[in-house]
C-alpha cells in the first residue's frame, strides 16, 4: 500500500453536483481565514451519463448565483425553463413560472463537467481521481473518521490498483443516491431508501413540445406520469413512472399502454427511440433526512446531497435542494475556527438540518404529495386530481402560488400547506357542481338512467372551456355523457367528501410527519427520549387539574357542607 502523507482540511467524497459544488464554495471564504486544503475524490472524472439531475428549477439558479457559479450554465448547450404544461384527458394546462423566474434543463453530464472545472479552477481544491473503498477511524475514538482508504486507477509493479489513503479534520459524503457509507455514517441514526417507483427514460429527437421551453407532465392512466423537458437544441428527455413490480417487458407496456395516451405528435418519436436505444431507469426513493448529530452518528464526517436527503424526482426539486444545501452548509462552516472540534461541528450540523427545512420541507413534501395525486389509481385520489386540475385552471394565485412553491422561489410549507388544502376543498366544491363524466356502457337505455342517479367509480369532473383539447388517437372515442349532480346525489357525495377530504390527510399528513421527526424509527435512544419528554408535561398537566379539581371539591364542601351532604355540586345550588 501507498501511504500519502496528505492531511486536508476538508475531504470530499462525490465530485458530482453537491460535491464539485461544496469543494468551490469552501475555496471561496472571506480573507481573514486561511485558505483551506481540499480534496475532492471521485471514483470516475469521465463525463457520467445519467437520465436525472437534467432539470435545474429557478430557485436553484438562484443557489448557484449565490456560490458564484452561474457561469457553469452556459456553453453546454442548455435550454430555459419558463414553466410547465400538464396534459390530462386530452386537455392541457398552462403552469408558468412567476415574473423573472427561469430554470435551465441540460445534459446531466455537461452539467457535472462544468462544475468540476469551477473545481479544479478553485485555490486550494485538488481533485483526485480514486475510489473510496472504507472510512478510517481514528485509533484513540473509534466514534471519530480522520479519513479514507482508496485505490487509484493507476497500478503498481504488481499489476494491483494502487492503494492509498487521505486523511482530513472533516470528511463529507457526496457519493449519491447510491452512497455506501450512508449506514456508516449514520449507524441506527439514518433510514434506509424506500423505492416507490422506477423511471424509465430514453430521448426523444426533434420534437416539439405542447408549450416550446416548457417541461410537460403527462397524466396518463394505468401508470405513474409521464415527464418531458427538452435537454438540449435537439434532444427531449422523456421519463416514465413505472411503479413496482416492473413489468417483464418494458418496451411492450410502453408502447401498448402508454404510447397511445400521449399527444400524437410524440408518438413516432417515442417508438423511434425506444426501436434505437436500451431504455433505462432509475429508482424514485424516498430518503426523509435526519439530523446528524444522533448518538450513533460517527463524528468528523458528515453527508450531503441524495447521500442524505432524496425525494421522487417529478418536481426537479433535488438539485434545488442540493445546492441550497450547499450554500447554508458553506454559512455554517466558514465561521468554524477548527473542524476537529466534534462539538462544534455537530451543534453546525443541527443549525444546518433546521436552516434548510424552508426549502426542502417544500420541496419534499411536494414531490411526493403531487406524485400521490398524479400517480395513484384509486377513485378517492381520482376526485384530487380533477380537482387539482380544476384549481390550476383558475389562474392567478391558484396558479402563481404552487409554482413558485415548485420552482424552489417560495421556501414555505405553510403555504404548501395552504394550497393543498384549498385543492382539497375545491376539489370537494366541485364535486358538487361541476358537470362530471360518466363512462359508457353499452347496457341498455335504463341502465343508463339508474347509472346517472349515481356517478360511476371511473367519473371525472368536466374540464373547463379554458382548457385546449390535443387527441391522442386517431381512433374516434365513443362520445362522452357528462351528468350534474342533483339533489338526490347530494347525500352519496356528501359522504364520498368526507372519505376524500380523509384521503387528502392521509397524503399530507404522513409527509409532513416524516420532515417534522428529526429522528428515525431504528433510532430507539431518540424516539423514547422524544416520548418521555412529550408525555411527562402532558402527565404533568393532567395531574396538576386533577389536583385542582379535587382541592376545589375539597373547598366546596368546607364553604357549603349542607350541598356536599345532599351530594350537590356548587354549580346546581
Request: with cysteine.
Amino acid at each position: 500500500m501507498s501511504i500519502t502523507d496528505s492531511h486536508y482540511d476538508i475531504l470530499i467524497v462525490g465530485a458530482g453536483i453537491a460535491g464539485s459544488a461544496l469543494a468551490h464554495a469552501l475555496s471561496d471564504l472571506p480573507s481573514y481565514r486561511r485558505p483551506l486544503r481540499i480534496a475532492l475524490l471521485e471514483r470516475s472524472l469521465a463525463e457520467p451519463d445519467r437520465i436525472v439531475g437534467e432539470l435545474l428549477q429557478p430557485g436553484g439558479v438562484i443557489a448557484l448565483k449565490q456560490l458564484g457559479l452561474e457561469w457553469t450554465l452556459e456553453g453546454i448547450d442548455a435550454v430555459p425553463v419558463k414553466g410547465y404544461c400538464i396534459l390530462k384527458d386530452g386537455q392541457q394546462v398552462h403552469i408558468p413560472y412567476t415574473e423573472g423566474h427561469e430554470g435551465r434543463s441540460f445534459h446531466h453530464g455537461k452539467f457535472v463537467m462544468k462544475l468540476r472545472e469551477a473545481a479544479l479552477k478553485a485555490k486550494g481544491v485538488e481533485v483526485i481521481e480514486a475510489t473510496v473503498t472504507e472510512l478510517i477511524e481514528d485509533p484513540h475514538d473509534a466514534k471519530r473518521i480522520i479519513g479514507v482508504h482508496a485505490k487509484k486507477p493507476t497500478t503498481t509493479e504488481g499489476g494491483e490498483p494502487e492503494k492509498v489513503q487521505y486523511l482530513a479534520d472533516l470528511v463529507v459524503i457526496a457519493d449519491g443516491c447510491f452512497s455506501n457509507f450512508r449506514t456508516a455514517v449514520m449507524g441506527a441514526s439514518g433510514f434506509k431508501p424506500v423505492t416507490r417507483s422506477h423511471f424509465v427514460g430514453a430521448v426523444l429527437e426533434d420534437v416539439t413540445l405542447p408549450i416550446p421551453q416548457h417541461g410537460t407532465v403527462a397524466l396518463v392512466r394505468g401508470s405513474g406520469p409521464v415527464l418531458l423537458y427538452q435537454i438540449s437544441e435537439h434532444d427531449t428527455r422523456i421519463l416514465i413512472d413505472v411503479q413496482q413490480p416492473l413489468p417483464q417487458d418494458l418496451p411492450a407496456h410502453i408502447l401498448t399502454n402508454i404510447v397511445p395516451q400521449l399527444p400524437e405528435s410524440l408518438h413516432a418519436a417515442v417508438r423511434t427511440a425506444i426501436a434505437k436505444d436500451r431504455l433505462r431507469r432509475m429508482p424514485n426513493s424516498f430518503l426523509p433526512a435526519v439530523e446528524q448529530n444522533g448518538h450513533s452518528c460517527k463524528n468528523g464526517i458528515l453527508l450531503l446531497g441524495d447521500a442524505w436527503n432524496m425525494r421522487h424526482p417529478l418536481t426537479g426539486g433535488g438539485m434545488t435542494v442540493a445546492l441550497n444545501d450547499v450554500v447554508l452548509l458553506r454559512d455554517q462552516l466558514i465561521s468554524m475556527p477548527d473542524f476537529r472540534d466534534a462539538k462544534r461541528v455537530n451543534q453546525a450540523l443541527k443549525a444546518w438540518h433546521w436552516a434548510r427545512k424552508p426549502l426542502s420541507s417544500t420541496v419534499n413534501i411536494l414531490a411526493f404529495a403531487l406524485y400521490d395525486l398524479f400517480g395513484a389509481e384509486d377513485d378517492l385520489l381520482e376526485v384530487l386530481r380533477a380537482g387539482c386540475f380544476a384549481y390550476f385552471e383558475r389562474g392567478g394565485e391558484c396558479v402563481d402560488g404552487p409554482v413558485s412553491l415548485l420552482s424552489g422561489v417560495a421556501k414555505s410549507p405553510y403555504l404548501l400547506f395552504t394550497h393543498f388544502f384549498s385543492v382539497a376543498f375545491y376539489s370537494l366544491y366541485c364535486l358538487f357542481t361541476r358537470p362530471r363524466l360518466v363512462t359508457p356502457s353499452p347496457s341498455s337505455s335504463s341502465q343508463k338512467s339508474k347509472s346517472s342517479l349515481q356517478p360511476t367509480s371511473k367519473s371525472t369532473l368536466h374540464p373547463t372551456s379554458k382548457s385546449t383539447f390535443q387527441p391522442t388517437s386517431k381512433s374516434t372515442p365513443p362520445k362522452p355523457t357528462y351528468i350534474t349532480p342533483t339533489p338526490l346525489q347530494y347525500p352519496f357525495l356528501a359522504l364520498q367528501s368526507l372519505r376524500v377530504f380523509w384521503a387528502a390527510i392521509l397524503v399530507f399528513g404522513p409527509l409532513l410527519w416524516s420532515e417534522i421527526r428529526w429522528w428515525s424509527p431504528s433510532d430507539t435512544r431518540r424516539r423514547n427520549r422524544v416520548v418521555v419528554l412529550a408525555v411527562v408535561p402532558v402527565v404533568a398537566a393532567v395531574g396538576f387539574v386533577g389536583a385542582v379539581v379535587l382541592k376545589t371539591w375539597s373547598l366546596q364542601a368546607e364553604l357549603f357542607p349542607e350541598l356536599a351532604v345532599r351530594g350537590v355540586g356548587v354549580g346546581s345550588a
